[in-house]
T-cell receptor
Framework: ETGVTQTPRHLVMGMTNKKSLKCEQH?????MYWYKQSAKKPLELMFV???????ENNSVPSRFSPECPNSSHLFLHLHTLQPEDSALYLC????????????FGSGTRLTVV | DQQVKQNSPSLSVQEGRISILNCDYT??????FLWYKKYPAEGPTFLIS?????DKNEDGRFTVFLNKSAKHLSLHIVPSQPGDSAVYFC?????????????FGKGTLLTVNP
């Protein structure tokens, strides 16, 4: 148990579907992150939330919509995705924005068909 | 433009020998460096880190070396064990307003053969 739980572990969706990824952390951290890992690419930071406020949107297309209702939960709402959005989506948390040592979840393997 | 580079996509080592994973960076504002380890179907886990004011940090079988003038760091694993087989990511953190952000390399797949 890493302390950061992501659901679902695997998701296959059509380009017209709407789905959501969920992340929950049990570590008392106050910053949460969405990362994208595509094949043969570095981990890409998508969104950062600190104290439930979005502090960074790293030029992510609007078909990805994050939501952070409280410091323990983070969602990534997906709609009208493209096949190239297929990737591993990782959630992470940390104690605060300035501290290192992220704790990652196991990720959601997303396939867009 | 990749600011953190891991030029070796894979490395194969015999059990008991030393594994050396390399990482180069281009941004001189990076002040903290980390290594993460990732098994298949799991998220990355923190392994070891080093501040830019140091040139070496050791934790058990793992040692990270930092050469600031060359903008190069390396992770040494001695002795290597089959359970060390995983993807290793190098990451760097900058100072200032974006000091929460980690920039990752593409990773190196380490295989330790029994």
């Amino acid at each position: 148990e890493t302390g950061v739980t992501q659901t679902p572990r695997h998701l296959v969706m059509g380009m017209t579907n709407k789905k959501s990824l969920k992340c929950e952390q049990h570590l008392g951290h106050n910053a949460m992150y969405w990362y994208k890992q595509s094949a043969k690419k570095p981990l890409e930071l998508m969104f950062v939330y600190s104290l439930e406020e979005r502090v960074e949107n790293n030029s992510v297309p609007s078909r990805f919509s994050p939501e952070c209702p409280n410091s323990s939960h983070l969602f990534l709402h997906l709609h009208t995705l493209q096949p190239e959005d297929s990737a591993l989506y990782l959630c992470a948390s940390s104690q605060d924005r300035g501290r290192v040592g992220y704790t990652f979840g196991s990720g959601t393997r997303l396939t867009v068909v | 433009d990749q600011q953190v580079k891991q030029n070796s996509p894979s490395l194969s080592v015999q059990e008991g020998r030393i594994s050396i994973l390399n990482c180069d960076y281009t941004n001189s504002m990076f002040d903290y460096f980390l290594w993460y380890k990732k098994y298949p179907a799991e998220g990355p886990t923190f392994l070891i880190s080093i501040s830019s004011i140091k040139d070496k940090n050791e934790d058990g079988r793992f040692t990270v070396f930092l050469n600031k003038s060359a903008k190069h760091l390396s992770l040494h694993i001695v002795p290597s064990q089959p359970g060390d087989s995983a993807v290793y990511f190098c990451a760097a953190k900058g100072s200032g307003g974006s000091n929460y952000k980690l920039t990752f390399g593409k990773g190196t797949l380490l295989t330790v053969n029994p």
